[in-house]
């Protein structure tokens, strides 16, 4: 006949058996990590994703002396009153329906060079205009489109994002692989410290286990009992971990929130105000976030149960 042993009643004594100290301070020190690397993951899918869907529409367009007058190149040629960058606009109007035609101003000009050539607005180099057009989802440049534009504007360069949007798309896929590599380490690590952990446990109160399994106790009671304490440890753990790795987190996207604009015109190397970053958090990382100190729980749990079971099984 099963005996109803319960609460703190049963003399196993865990909070001797599984010190907290030791389980608490290492679970927490992994959830840590995990939080860093699972961000990192999230910042590289997005990169991925912005890189894939955006830069590859984008081209870039540089028209040297751009307020010159376009020389005719025929004696009834009428587009001698237009100036070259005039011309250039003119040209890419005959682009598909839905493609997206700016030339940037003297000011956004200026802002993106400004890491480079300090106040480009004091500067005396002839800076040509830059014109960016972005192309509707799905649709491709024309193939001779730079060469058309050199024939009619002669000094026209025109820079296709799609090869550096493969390349760094390649190199997102390939960190988002290593972030998931090191989130199955951090996972194994917690498991074989929890394994370590219940397997002291266990040989620290092997005789009094052995009488409480001969009088009734059943496997699954004994296992839930080191179980929800493992995993109780394991949730703390987690939780501290997470809210560690926050302030870290917050400081890091800050300064990674600048490379997040989606065009030439709205690029700038000003860092958002404290006051508004929580709002540019990516609602998926948030998720992952607050799942975290649940997942480590589990592991704690379901790794304890696993121990437990097994070890009882070999009992004589």
């Excluded at 960190?175 to 996972?187: D, F, H, P, R, Y």
């Excluded at 498991?191 to 370590?196: D, E, F, V």
Aim: glycine share 8%; charged share 15%; proline share 6%.
């Amino acid at each position: 006949m099963a005996l109803p042993f319960s609460g703190r009643k049963d003399g196993l004594s865990l909070s001797e058996a599984l010190p907290d100290r030791s389980l608490f301070i290492l679970v927490a020190m992994m959830s840590f990590l995990a939080a860093l690397t699972l961000t990192g993951a999230t910042g590289a899918r997005t990169l991925s994703t912005r890189w894939a869907g955006g830069a590859a529409q984008l081209l870039t367009i540089q028209v040297s002396e751009p307020d010159q007058p376009l020389a005719p190149t025929s004696k009834t040629d009428k587009t001698a009153a237009q100036t070259r960058a005039d011309a250039v606009l003119a040209d890419l109007a005959a682009l598909p329906t839905g493609t997206q035609v700016h030339r940037l101003t003297q000011d956004e000009l200026a802002r993106l060079l400004t890491p480079w050539l300090g106040d480009a607005g004091k500067t005396a180099l002839p800076l040509p205009a830059v014109i960016e057009v972005r192309l509707a989802e799905g649709q491709e440049a024309p193939a001779n489109l730079e060469q058309t534009l050199d024939a009619h504007v002669p000094g026209t360069v025109v820079e296709h994002n799609a090869e550096w949007s493969a390349r760094l798309r390649a190199l997102a896929q390939s960190l988002l692989a290593c972030a998931a590599l090191a989130l199955v380490t951090v996972g194994g690590i917690a498991t074989m410290i929890t394994a370590l952990a219940t397997k002291t446990g266990l040989s620290t109160r092997r005789d009094i286990i052995q009488i409480l399994h001969g009088l009734g106790a059943t496997d699954s009671y004994i296992a839930g009992r080191f179980a929800w304490r493992t995993g109780g440890l394991a949730l703390g753990g987690g939780l501290l971990g997470t809210l560690l790795a926050m302030a870290p987190l917050l400081l890091l996207f800050r300064m990674a929130a600048p490379f997040a604009a989606s065009s030439l015109q709205t690029a700038s190397t000003t860092m958002p105000d404290w006051h508004t970053l929580p709002d540019m958090l990516p609602g998926d990382m948030l998720v992952g976030l607050a799942a975290l100190p649940f997942v480590a729980a589990f592991i704690g749990w379901a790794t304890t149960q696993f121990m437990v079971r097994v070890w009882l099984r070999r009992l004589p």
